[in-house]
């Protein structure tokens, strides 16, 4: 193979540095990869079961509004505890609350008549607990993996969770269809079962020796710690008006049907994760991406214009490309805006501005939908989705504008990520990362 072609593949290839290094991460990836198969699975059950017994947008839609305050709540507390607790023991133990929501939803999917109510509260209460577990799950990050290894190991993060919804939605549909959802959700529960003992061999994780235990004063703390950083507010504003304008997975039950292939809809709902796998596996060139912030700009806008596109494609496979390059254009936004976090923050601090991030790329979806599905109701699904996306561009753009400190943003002269560089090489030298 020539040499130009070998060092373009070695660029653009992933950086295996992290799994290599240390043992944890590897254990963390490999629950990650395990987890997400089966969650991926009950994310296109749960609209697919919500519209054979309702066949309803508003029903559909609902389910994200239900979803949002526990998300709100639980995600703030869980980024205080994560500063304030043994991380390994958060992680866990949510694990294995997840596991109890999804072992009642296959009870309650093989009564003779499922109840509609049972959707809303599991929905709503393994989205509390996951939000109780996904501030740890960031957090750690900084512990388990070195800090020139943030950018790659973001990448690989995004590797693992495209690689799971690619397979398991299309995997999903065809459970769905033939099978039903009972059995999609028992396999959410034995994949449960199976990252519970990968998590159980991870080392303890304890919190810095001075940290201030969770409280309503240190989720302040974090909060204006925020606040204050103009960067920081950057990676959440844009984020969830992205998200609040543009998403809209909540139609694709009704998208398929009105492209006369229902059978495509776990077809549709991997779509996204097909274009953020093609950028992750290529993407590592963004370790050498300096100003994420404009990063993160360009690729929210992108984002809106592929949703508006999708507006207009007429057939199957044109929608699928169209998602196929906003899911794209959303992980490269997602990897810019991991590597600003993971490289600015202060551990002591990690945890609870993980569960203020959690807010913004976790709140904007939910609204999205519910935004998607109201819009629809009055205007139709194209009419809903072409004009999410000229107001995500709008939006994006007008952000750009308001916010020039996190437009400028270069991890090369950031008096924060200057300072977090030097603490993490100081702590090295004390602590090597265990391999």
């Not at 991926?40 to 059950?45: F, L």
């Not at 999804?102 to 599991?122: E, G, I, R």
């Not at 519970?196 to 235990?213: F, K, M, T």
Request: net charge neutral; with cysteine; glycine share 10%.
């Amino acid at each position: 193979m020539p040499a130009p072609l070998m060092r373009l593949l070695r660029h653009l290839s992933p950086d295996l540095g992290p799994l290599r290094d240390s043992r944890d991460y590897r254990l963390l990836f490999g629950a990650g990869v395990v987890t997400m198969f089966g969650t991926m699975i009950t994310m296109v059950a749960l609209p697919y079961q919500m519209k054979e017994l309702t066949g309803s947008y508003v029903a559909v839609g609902m389910m994200s509004l239900a979803e949002f305050v526990p998300m709100v709540v639980c995600g703030l507390w869980g980024g205080a505890i994560a500063d304030a607790l043994d991380r390994r023991r958060i992680i866990v133990l949510s694990e294995l609350g997840l596991l109890v929501t999804t072992a009642a939803l296959v009870v309650n999917a093989m009564l003779p008549h499922p109840q509609v109510w049972v959707l809303y509260v599991m929905g709503a209460l393994s989205t509390g607990i996951a939000c109780l577990q996904r501030p740890s799950l960031e957090a750690v990050m900084q512990q388990v993996v070195r800090h020139d290894q943030q950018a790659a190991a973001a990448v690989l993060n995004s590797l693992r969770w495209n690689v799971g919804a690619i397979v398991a939605p299309a995997l999903g549909g065809l459970l769905l269809v033939h099978l039903g959802t009972h059995v999609a959700y028992a396999i959410d529960t034995a994949t449960f079962v199976l990252s519970l003992a990968l998590l159980w061999r991870i080392r303890s994780l304890p919190p810095v020796e001075d940290a201030a235990p969770a409280s309503l004063r240190s989720l302040v703390e974090g909060v204006r710690y925020a606040t204050g950083r103009g960067d920081l507010m950057g990676t959440y504003l844009v984020d969830i008006a992205a998200m609040v304008f543009a998403m809209s997975n909540a139609l694709f039950p009704f998208l398929a049907d009105e492209l006369g292939s229902p059978e495509s809809l776990g077809l549709l709902y991997s779509a996204a994760a097909v274009g953020a796998l093609a950028a992750s596996v290529t993407g590592r060139w963004t370790a050498r991406v300096q100003r994420q912030g404009l990063g993160v700009i360009v690729a929210a806008a992108l984002w809106g214009v592929a949703m508006t596109l999708t507006a207009l494609a007429p057939s199957v496979w044109l929608v699928f490309l169209c998602i196929a390059l906003a899911g794209a254009a959303d992980m490269i936004s997602g990897i810019f805006r991991t590597t600003m976090w993971n490289q600015t923050i202060p551990q002591e601090l990690r945890g609870r501005l993980a569960g203020i991030e959690l807010l913004s790329y976790a709140s904007g979806p939910m609204l999205g939908n519910a935004r998607a599905s109201l819009m629809a109701n009055f205007g139709g699904t194209r009419f809903s989705l072409g004009a999410g996306g000229l107001l995500c561009v709008g939006a994006v753009l007008g952000l750009a504008a308001a916010l020039p400190g996190f437009r400028r943003y270069d991890a090369r002269t950031d008096e924060h990520a200057l300072a977090e560089r030097a603490r993490r090489v100081e702590q090295s030298s004390d602590h090597p990362t265990p391999a």
